[in-house]
């Protein structure tokens, strides 16, 4: 990043927001760790000037015994400062893992009060990067970035002090060289910077391509293609070397050219320090003072290239901010109201009425919806057909309000869907949707969800039980090797298809809805199973109002009603009787082909029967 | 280990023997030695490197001696000549440490990138040449981990692992010896200490090695988790989860963060040790060396290079603690590189054989004799093709017709030998498919499937595969098919995304016609073309393919009626053949297929 920041101040202040904020909240743990910090650098003074007094004794031939003093003060120094490099580490980086902890928590928080229309349109890449790198890169910035730059501050003072203290002429003579190396680093880390980006997008092509060859490789095989790709990698390869390497030249240039500042500050000292000593023997240069700026100028190298890196933390920390914040700033399109105490459920809840309701998904033109006029009354039973893309699926997550419905256009149970409390308004609503999505946790668990907390186990148990029988998945879990503990995904057992929407399916009727809606929720489960679980649905005492899309004939002609929808359009409603006599009627041909297909399908069995036998 | 995947496991190794568990930093000799012949294919480089380590680390040495030698001959003797030489001396050993330094990280970066860039090309023809079972089962982000993670980590090893460790302990080394020799009391005095302080820090690599996975197992948990959540935030939704799933969060991440803080911990406890080994090494220099000193048995400026010496000995042996790591997880990554080039590709017995056998011009007269084959092949059963025979003569037009999972894209498997028979033999012009180089009977086929799959790169490079000579021939073909196309360098995006189905369509066309083929296979091909389309494709086809011969498998049986035969599969069975109006007397599957299609048309269905 070269933006400066004093180019656009406000966005480098809101970009260092997070680091501010926890920096302040762990002020405390902050505040002892730099503490500590201090005191190891005001200690490290000390031993270049232990070191200075032992030499001078040593020389000067003082008492003996003062060197077992110094030795021994030498101990002590180092048992101080041992102690107080564990206290900062333990103080100020344990304040960033807590920093990064609690932004973490912040960002995931967040995301799940966001509306299902925002992960649409988000990658899961990107919102992992946040998750990940993003957020560590802050956290670096409040512990690694502050610690440096913290210890290069006092080391550019204390250092500094103490040499003069000793030769103010000698000090100003060593550190001629010292103002270069801020400057170099700055530099190098620029050059160093611009190289990197592109060995990453280096590194992208050749991910991209090893990518594509693996998936692609029936067609690389097919037209006998291996040569081709192979010097196509051995190309995109040689680039990569080369641009690493050009990379790794600045790379490894920053060391040895600060260790030549260093060397040549050393330099200065043997052959200006020395030759001072030789003319004037008595003078303020001691072979003590020599020794002692000998180890001060070593240190000295540290702050400086410390400044650098603080300055690239800080950097990164702004940037991944910026980031974060982008997604933090933005609001769920679907708020939801306060809960209103007096609701209560009663069994004829359910009716669903859709006022001349169009709709299209937030950021595109083209409407999905179009004035869809339809009251459904509790406990009705509604089909829906339509091809694929004729607005079901969009329709039925309408209802759970999924997306940002106009007001006045779609009420439940009398009051418009934007003044339900969103938590409310979905426990009522059951929706199974045609992607089925199961957690990687235990089949109990799975279908727990759509139970109210507070119930006994035991209790939960047996309505997770009933609504698996209705599902008719409750005999096949039980076979499974730990039955309802089975923990499902890649470490447990593999569901099949129709094993898993029946699952979904036991999920959402758990939870005893006033309105099922079941969008093509069982085209993976055979046909009997089928006729079985609606029949099931049917039976049971309390029944909900269900709204179900599907092609099987079987399935929807003993519906309430159906309704037949067409690029967004309602074109037909009625009984299956009257719809298929209706002149001109789009679901009687559906009707004929989906026959034939069935048909077929029945002609298909018997051969399979036939080889059987 | 992995007993799931051991029950199904057969000629195919599983993803363990791929190398995807983690080894807990064993070497195995099998390795080294394989990496070692690698690198000894650079011996100038590695020669050179080793020379400059040794120029450098000598030069090392003798800087503080030089500081010493100022103090105890130029200036305690006053000698302002000899200082003069002295600095030279000193100015030259720095530059030459520099260097070295340099030009050893340089030559090492040198190293490792060729290296990697040799075992990623090795890795990838590797990749390249193995049979197609294996990329069915192993999911591809492993294999890409492979080439790109574990090449990088390798590369890594040599240019900042290798380099540190060599380095820093010959540093270590030569300070030591040089301390000795200077003076064997004072040396063995101030190394005193050294014995517990290398032992802390393998010590210490080890807890951090420790300390690191558990960040590392933590922070994948977590990353699991939340990825779940992510793509599954509907559901959350829907079920009111936000606060049970946000507890579990909740507790990952504190787990999280508390294994951040034990790795914190290691560093916490292993600095302080450094900094007070030190510190007593210094304090006995300053009693027993002062001490020599006063009593004139040790020079002043020796003892000076003494405190430089045991100073500059704690920080390489830190360096050499960290990286042993990246060393480590180097080597971790080579060994599983090298499983995965040790496993055998699907070319090298035919390589010996296309070299005795000159491939003769195909005519295209294609034989299945009792062909069976399965999946899998741990045992019988789950047969996808079943006692299949059949011959398709030079020159015919066969359409292929079922319902899915009746065995017709595992024929064209077969044919194109990605898969072999289990039972039975497939020929070609009298020859038994396996007595031909795959490369060349594949390259004979000409293959337009369905999906059609891009590569990056523009759309003529997609048609001609970067073979500029085929240039012309893409404009004729295209020309001949009838087929408008925008812009034949359109960069491709991700996934092909600014092509129509149609576009992508054509293109497949294109590039089977561009590779002159002797016998075509159009596996679904113009699906996605209207029916307009399609007949002037069919038309232009007719004249391209000429005299060849042809398969085509269809589930729009409009496209196959005017074959000269039909094949009827059903679960991998043979049931009906014949020409349409055979077929349709017989009133069997196909008639049945036939009618149900011909109400096809209507706004409902897909």
Not at chain 1, 22 to 30: A, D
Not at chain 1, 54 to 74: C, G, K, M, R
Not at chain 2, 149 to 167: H, K, Q
Not at chain 2, 295 to 318: D, N
């Amino acid at each position: 990043m070269s933006t400066s920041s004093k180019g656009r101040p406000s966005r480098f202040l809101e970009g260092s927001s997070f680091v501010r904020h926890y920096l302040w909240k762990y002020r405390v743990w902050v505040s002892l760790g730099l503490l500590f910090l201090v005191v190891v650098d005001l200690l490290d003074i000390l031993p270049a000037f232990l070191l200075k007094r032992s030499v001078d004794v040593v020389v000067e031939h003082q008492p003996i015994n003062t060197l077992f003093y110094l030795a021994l003060a030498y101990v002590g120094i180092s048992v101080v400062q041992g102690f107080c490099r564990y206290g900062w580490r333990m103080f100020l980086i344990r304040a960033s893992v807590f920093a990064g902890r609690d932004l973490r928590k912040k960002y995931t928080r967040h995301l799940y009060g966001l509306s299902v229309s925002f992960f649409d349109r988000q990658l899961l890449g990107d919102l992992m990067s946040l998750a990940t790198n993003d957020i560590e890169a802050v956290r670096m910035a409040i512990g690694a970035g502050l610690l440096v730059f913290a210890d290069a501050l006092f080391f550019l003072i204390t250092v500094p002090v103490a040499m003069f203290f000793l030769s103010p002429k000698l000090t100003f003579l060593v550190c001629l060289p010292l103002p270069l190396v801020p400057w170099i680093v700055l530099k190098n880390e620029k050059e160093v910077h611009s190289r990197f980006l592109k060995v990453q997008d280096s590194f992208g092509k050749i991910s991209a391509l090893v990518h594509e060859s693996l998936s692609g490789v029936r067609v690389t095989k097919g037209f006998a293609l291996e040569d081709v790709q192979i010097s196509r990698i051995t190309r995109l390869g040689e680039q990569y070397s080369a641009l690493n390497m050009d990379l790794a030249a600045f790379q490894t240039a920053l060391g040895p050219k600060l260790d030549l500042c260093m060397s040549f500050g050393l330099f200065i000292l043997l052959f200006v320090g020395g030759s001072e000593m030789i003319r004037s023997p008595q003078g303020a240069i001691t072979l003590g003072t020599f020794v002692a700026f000998q180890r001060y100028i070593q240190k000295m190298i540290w702050p400086m290239t410390a400044l650098g890196m603080a300055a690239n933390y800080f950097q990164r920390a702004v940037s991944s901010s910026n980031r974060l914040n982008e997604v933090l700033e933005t609001q769920t399109d679907v708020p939801s109201v306060a809960l209103q105490a007096s609701r209560t459920r009663s069994p004829r809840f359910g009716r669903v009425e859709f006022n001349s309701l169009s709709f299209r998904f937030p950021g595109t033109i083209e409407p999905v919806l179009k004035e869809i006029q339809l009251t459904i009354e509790p406990g009705e039973r509604v089909a829906f057909v339509g091809r694929v893309g004729a607005g079901k699926s969009t329709l039925f997550s309408l209802v759970p309000r999924l997306y940002p419905v106009e007001r006045g256009m779609l009420r439940i149970d009398g009051i418009d869907v934007n003044d339900w409390n969103l938590e409310e308004l979905r426990h009522r609503v059951g929706y199974v949707s045609q992607d089925v999505f199961l957690f990687s946790e235990s089949v109990l668990e799975n279908v727990a969800m759509g139970l109210v907390e507070g119930a006994s186990r035991s209790e939960a148990v047996l309505e997770i039980e009933a609504a698996a029988r209705i599902a008719a998945v409750h005999d096949e879990i039980t076979r499974f090797s730990q039955a309802y503990v089975t923990p499902l995904g890649e470490r447990g057992v593999n569901l099949s298809g129709g094993q898993k929407q029946r699952l979904t399916l036991a999920r959402a009727i758990a939870k005893k809805p006033d309105i099922l809606l079941l969008d093509d929720a069982l085209s993976s489960v055979d046909v009997a199973t089928e006729a079985e679980i609606l029949r099931a649905l049917r039976t049971r005492p309390q029944r909900n109002t269900e709204l179900i899309a599907a092609h099987r004939i079987s399935t929807i002609q003993d519906a309430d009603r159906i309704v037949v929808l067409h690029e967004g359009r309602v074109i037909q409603i009625g009984k299956h009787e009257e719809l298929i006599q209706a002149p001109q009627s789009v679901y009687r041909q559906f009707y004929e082909q989906q026959k034939m297909a069935e048909e077929l399908e029945a002609y298909k069995n018997e051969l399979e029967a036939g080889e059987r036998l | 280990m992995n007993s799931k995947l051991e029950k199904d496991s057969d000629s195919v190794p599983s993803s363990g023997q791929i190398g995807l568990e983690d080894s807990k930093g064993k070497l195995h000799s099998g390795t080294v030695l394989q990496l070692f012949a690698r690198i000894l294919k650079y011996r100038r480089i590695t020669v050179e490197a080793g020379l400059m380590i040794f120029l450098g680390t000598f030069a090392a040495l003798l800087e503080p001696r030089l500081f010493g030698y100022a103090i105890d001959e130029a200036i305690v003797s006053k000698r302002q000549d000899l200082l003069e030489w002295i600095g030279a001396a000193f100015i030259g050993a720095t530059c030459l440490r520099i260097y070295a330094a340099k030009r050893q990280a340089y030559l090492f970066e040198l190293l490792g990138q060729r290296v990697a860039q040799d075992l990623r090309v090795e890795l990838f023809s590797h990749l390249q040449r193995l049979p197609v079972a294996i990329f069915d089962r192993v999911p591809s982000g492993r294999l890409l981990t492979r080439v790109t993670n574990d090449i990088g980590s390798l590369n890594e090893m040599f240019s900042a692992g290798f380099v540190s460790i060599v380095s820093n302990g010959l540093l270590v080394l030569g300070i030591l010896i040089w301390m000795l020799v200077l003076d064997v009391k004072l040396g063995l005095i101030a190394a005193s200490v050294f014995p517990i302080l290398a032992w802390l820090s393998v010590y210490f690599s080890r807890q951090l090695r420790e300390a690191y996975g558990e960040v590392r197992s933590r922070l994948s948990a977590l990353n699991v988790f939340l990825a779940e959540n992510f793509s599954g935030m509907k559901t959350v939704h829907l079920f009111n989860q936000q606060i049970p799933q946000l507890r579990k969060f909740d507790e990952l991440n504190q787990k999280y963060s508390d294994a951040q803080i034990g790795s914190i911990r290691v560093f916490a406890y292993f600095q302080p040790m450094i900094t007070l080994g030190a510190g007593v090494s210094i304090a006995l220099l300053i009693w027993f060396g002062g001490k020599e000193t006063v009593s004139g048995h040790l020079k002043v400026g020796v003892l000076v290079a003494y405190f430089s010496y045991v100073l500059s000995l704690f920080q390489p042996l830190r360096e050499i603690a960290d990286k042993w790591n990246v060393f480590l997880s180097g080597m971790t990554s080579a060994e599983r590189v090298f499983t995965v080039l040790n496993l055998p590709t699907e070319l090298k017995k035919e390589e010996v054989l296309h070299k005795t056998q000159p491939i003769p011009e195909i005519q295209g007269n294609i034989k299945f004799e009792n062909v069976w084959f399965s999946y899998r092949s741990d045992r019988e059963g789950d047969w996808v093709i079943r006692d299949l025979s059949f011959e398709i003569r030079a020159g015919e037009k066969i359409g292929i017709v079922g319902h899915t999972g009746a065995g017709k894209s595992t024929l064209i498997g077969l044919l194109l030998r990605f898969y072999e028979p289990k039972k039975g033999r497939i020929t070609l012009d009298g020859r038994d498919l396996r007595e031909y180089d795959k490369r060349s009977l594949r390259a004979s086929f000409g293959l337009v499937q369905q999906d059609v799959f891009l590569f990056s790169g523009t759309f003529e490079e997609n048609i001609t595969f970067w073979d500029s000579s085929k240039k012309q021939e893409v404009e004729h073909v295209l020309k001949e098919l009838r087929l408008p196309i925008r812009n034949l360098d359109l960069e491709m995006n991700e996934r092909g995304s600014n092509l129509s189905m149609g576009e992508r369509q054509v293109l497949a066309f294109a590039r089977a016609a561009a590779s002159k083929p002797r016998i075509w296979i159009l596996d679904e091909a113009t699906s996605s073309m209207d029916s307009e389309q399609e007949k002037v494709l069919q038309k232009s086809l007719t004249q391209i393919s000429g005299g060849r011969t042809g398969i085509y498998v269809a589930h729009r049986l409009a496209t196959i009626r005017e074959t000269d035969r039909i094949l009827v599969l059903h679960k991998g069975l043979l049931v009906e053949q014949g020409n349409h109006g055979d077929l349709i007397k017989r009133n069997g599957l196909y008639s049945r297929l036939y009618r149900y299609q011909g109400s096809q048309p209507s706004p409902l269905c897909p």
